[in-house]
Every structure is written in structure tokens, then in C-alpha cells.
Nanobody, 124 residues
């Protein structure tokens, strides 16, 4: 079992940055593939980024590539999402996710564990 707790969300002006963090419980964190999804009001959950256990395999949604960076610190059981050049359309609840195995997982159904989420609001 893995518990995920996100932090770092907030209100920011367009063009600004936020660093989201996700603290994970469990001794097997270093073996999990981690990721971020987001959900805007009235829209379906959307894949944002994923990183495998070693940090070598990383994949981004086209909408955030070049602006967001996912990383992890296995010693701290934490995964990060650095969000830069934020746009109003990035406004959403951002959720941290985890699953065992290593690969490029982008589907909602491919992740076993979900955090409660942190709100990111970008004003124009």
C-alpha cells in the first residue's frame, strides 16, 4: 500500500511557476513508477507526466512538454513537478499517482494509487 500526499499548489499569475511535491509512504517507493495527472472543472482527468523508478524514463503530455519537469528523490520518497510558464488553461487539481513496474504509463487505469490532489489556479 502506498499513500500519496501532494503539496505546493496555489494561485499564480500567467507566466509564473509552482513546484508541486508528492510525499509517498511505503518502503518500496524507489521501485514505483510515479506520475501526475490533472483535472479541470467539467473535464476528464488528463495525463501530465510520468517518471520510472530510476528517473531515466520520463514522458510528458504534449500540452506541458518544455514547460513542466518531473523529478524524484528516492531517498526522500518524494516526486516533484516543476511547472513553469503557467497558462490559465493549466488551472486544475493536480494528483500524484503511483504503480509498480517500469514503463511509459499514461492511462488513468494504469495507476493503482492516487493522492487527494493539490489545486493550481493560474490567473490571466
Amino acid at each position: 500500500q502506498v499513500q500519496l500526499v501532494e503539496s505546493g499548489g496555489g494561485l499564480v499569475q500567467a507566466g509564473g511557476s509552482l513546484r508541486l511535491s508528492c510525499a509517498a509512504s511505503g518502503r518500496t517507493f524507489s521501485s514505483y513508477t510515479m506520475g501526475w495527472f490533472r483535472q479541470a472543472p467539467g473535464k476528464e482527468r488528463e495525463f501530465v507526466a510520468t517518471i520510472n523508478w530510476s528517473g531515466i524514463h520520463i514522458y510528458y503530455a504534449t500540452s506541458v512538454k518544455g514547460r513542466f519537469t518531473i523529478s524524484r528523490d528516492n531517498a526522500k520518497n518524494t516526486v516533484y513537478l516543476q511547472t513553469n510558464s503557467l497558462k490559465p488553461e493549466d488551472t486544475a487539481v493536480y494528483c500524484c499517482v503511483a504503480r509498480s513496474g517500469s514503463g511509459y504509463y499514461t492511462g488513468v487505469d494504469e495507476y493503482d494509487f492516487w493522492g487527494q490532489g493539490t489545486q493550481v489556479t493560474v490567473s490571466s
